[in-house]
């Protein structure tokens, strides 16, 4: 009977470890299962370059229409759980439009001119939010919306007058003419196959660069590729 006894006590910290050990490796096992589904927040950084076309109205009567095409880049941060993400972009962007009319020629003093053009570079800064409509390890199409805020960094504006020289406009001209900042709603769905990715945006300038009687709107299309990390 005492040996019995003995062999009881004994026992009984062979079995607790041997508990333990179990829960253990339980949590081992669960813990990627958890990550796998999502539930944690990851972080990824890319790069992307494209080109952009320019749709700019700058008619009362939205007839005054032109088309222009330009090239950017730049990077991104994406943070995504389950089936939503959130995005921050740093880009660079080159453009140009083109205007061809005579309602704007008291923004110039006296200078008639034939055509107008903007070349300008900016910095833009979008932060958006989107969802996946299907995501699996190879292949994910997103969907998404936000806002923009566009930073002229450099800009050249030039008139062609009626004697087809061209007016390059003195820095002080430009201040009295052009806004330093736009902002933008921004709409754009993209596809991501394995690291490499495709987007095609629309942005919808709220207000734009150039100050003038008549409201001029910037449409603006971009499509990029890149890689993401």
């Known amino acids: ?5 003995l062999l009881i006590f004994l026992g009984i910290p062979f079995f607790a470890r041997s508990a333990a050990d179990s829960s253990l490796q ?17 972080l990824q950084i ?3 370059t494209g080109v952009n076309f320019n749709y700019f109205i700058y008619n009362r009567d939205r007839i005054q229409k032109d088309v222009a095409a330009g090239y950017q880049g730049g990077l991104f941060f ?19 439009v083109f205007i061809r ?11 008639n001119f034939d055509k107008l053009t903007f070349r300008y570079n900016t910095f833009g800064i979008p932060f958006i939010f989107g969802a996946y409509a299907v995501k699996t390890p190879i292949f ?3 969907f ?35 806004r330093p900042v736009q902002f933008g709603y ?7 196959i394995a690291m490499f990715i495709i987007d095609a945006k629309y942005n919808l300038a709220f207000r734009s660069f150039y100050k003038e009687q008549f409201r001029t709107q910037t449409h603006l299309f971009q499509i990029t590729v890149g890689a993401i990390f």
Request: hydrophobic fraction near 40%.
């Open 1 to 5: 009977m005492n040996r019995i006894i």
């Open 26 to 42: 339980r949590n081992k096992i669960s813990k990627p299962q958890i990550f796998k589904t999502g539930a944690r927040p990851h």
């Open 46 to 48: 890319g790069l992307h």
């Open 78 to 96: 994406r943070v995504s759980r389950q089936k939503a993400f959130v995005q921050f972009e740093m880009n660079y962007l080159w453009s140009q």
């Open 101 to 111: 009319n005579d309602f704007i020629t008291s923004k110039f003093g006296n200078i």
């Open 140 to 142: 994910k199409l997103r």
């Open 144 to 178: 998404y919306n936000g806002i923009e805020a566009d930073f002229i960094a450099k800009t050249r504006v030039l008139v062609a007058a009626n004697s087809d020289e061209l007016y390059k406009l003195t820095r002080s001209e430009k201040r009295s003419i052009l």
């Open 186 to 192: 921004q709409l754009g769905m993209g596809m991501d």
